[in-house]
C-alpha cells in the first residue's frame, strides 16, 4: 500500500504544495502533521509508523518534511526500512528511492546521500533558529514589543478605582461590571496608584517571613494519677480468752463467738479481752 507523509512546522503555513505531489504520484492514504520536526513525537507519524509494514511504500517530498534532527532521521528511516521492511521514496530526491538499487552498491549511495541531506537539515534547523534569535533581538533593540496588546481602561474606571480604594464594594463585583477578571481590576488599580503594589501591612515581606514554625509547647503532663493501696489491711485480732494464742479472723470470734462491739462491759488488757 502506498502512503504519504506530509509535514508543516505550524498551523499558518500551506501543505497544499506536498498534497498535490502526493496526489499526482498515486498515494492511496496520507497523514499530516502541523508540528515542528525537531523531533518524531508526532501523532500522525506515529499512527502511519504503527500502520507500516512488509510491502508497502511510504512517500515524502523531501527529507527535511521527514524531519529536522540529524540523529533521529537515520533511526527512523532505519527502524522503517530494515526492521519493518518499508520502502521509502523521497520525490525531490531520485536517490533516495530504496525500491530501487537494492544491492550493495545501492544501499551505500542512499545511505550516503541520507546522511548528507540529514546533516543539511539539522543544519537548515539550527540556521532557521539562529537567525529567528536575531531577528527579535533586533526588534527589541528597537523598542518593539512582542505579545498581546494592552486591553484598554475604560474611562469610567477611574471612579470604580477611587471607590474600591475607600473600601466601597469588592474586587468581584467591580471587574464584574466591567467585564474583566478580578486580576485584571486589581491590575489597574496598581497601575494608576488606587492600592499599593507592596503586600498588606499585616504580612510581612517574603523576606522576613518565618521559614520555619517555631517549636510547638510540649504537652502538659497528664496529673498524677492517685495511688490506691489495692493490698487488703490485715486486720486487728485479738487473742482469745477461751483460745490462747490463736488469732482472730474477724470481729465475730470463731472460738467464743462474743462481738466486742456489741459488748458493753468489755475492756483491753494486754492484747487480751476480758469482760468486766
Known amino acids: 500500500m502506498l502512503y504519504g507523509y506530509v509535514r508543516v512546522s505550524s498551523k499558518e503555513q500551506n501543505e497544499d504544495r506536498q498534497m498535490i505531489a502526493m496526489r499526482e504520484f498515486g498515494v492511496e492514504k496520507i497523514f499530516m502533521d502541523k508540528q515542528s520536526g525537531k523531533d518524531f513525537n508526532r501523532p500522525e507519524y506515529q499512527k502511519m509508523v504503527r500502520k507500516l509494514k512488509a ?3 511510504l512517500v515524502v517530498h523531501s527529507l527535511d518534511r521527514f ?6 532521521i537515520i533511526e527512523q528511516w532505519k527502524l522503517i526500512v530494515k526492521e519493518k521492511g518499508t520502502d521509502i521514496v523521497v520525490l ?9 538499487d537494492k544491492n550493495l552498491t545501492g544501499r551505500l549511495i542512499a545511505d550516503i546521500v541520507l546522511q548528507l541531506l540529514a546533516y543539511v537539515a539539522q543544519t537548515e534547523r539550527e540556521a532557521i533558529r539562529k537567525r529567528q534569535r536575531e531577528g527579535i533581538d533586533a526588534a ?3 523598542g518593539v514589543k512582542f505579545g498581546r496588546e494592552r486591553m484598554p481602561v475604560p474611562d469610567e474606571f477611574h471612579e470604580a478605582g477611587k471607590q474600591y480604594a475607600r473600601g466601597i464594594g469588592n474586587c468581584r463585583d467591580w471587574a464584574k461590571q466591567f467585564g474583566v477578571c478580578e486580576n485584571t481590576f486589581l491590575r489597574w488599580c496598581r497601575r494608576f496608584g488606587y492600592i499599593p503594589d507592596k503586600l498588606p501591612t499585616h504580612r510581612k515581606p517574603p523576606s522576613e517571613e518565618v ?11 497528664p496529673p498524677a494519677k492517685r495511688k490506691y493501696n489495692t493490698k487488703p489491711k490485715p486486720r486487728p485480732y485479738t487473742a482469745c480468752q477461751f483460745n490462747d494464742g490463736v488469732k482472730c479472723q474477724s470481729q465475730n470470734c470463731a472460738g467464743c463467738g462474743w462481738n466486742p462491739k456489741n459488748a458493753k462491759n468489755a475492756t483491753w488488757n494486754g492484747g487480751r479481752m476480758e469482760e468486766l
Open 67 to 72: 524531519g529536522r534532527n540529524y540523529d533521529e
Open 140 to 142: 527589541m533593540a528597537r
Open 55 to 57: 510491502g508497502d511504500v
Open 92 to 100: 525531490d530526491m531520485p536517490l533516495l528511492d530504496t525500491r530501487n
Open 211 to 221: 521559614k520555619e514554625l517555631p517549636a510547638a509547647d510540649p504537652p502538659p503532663e
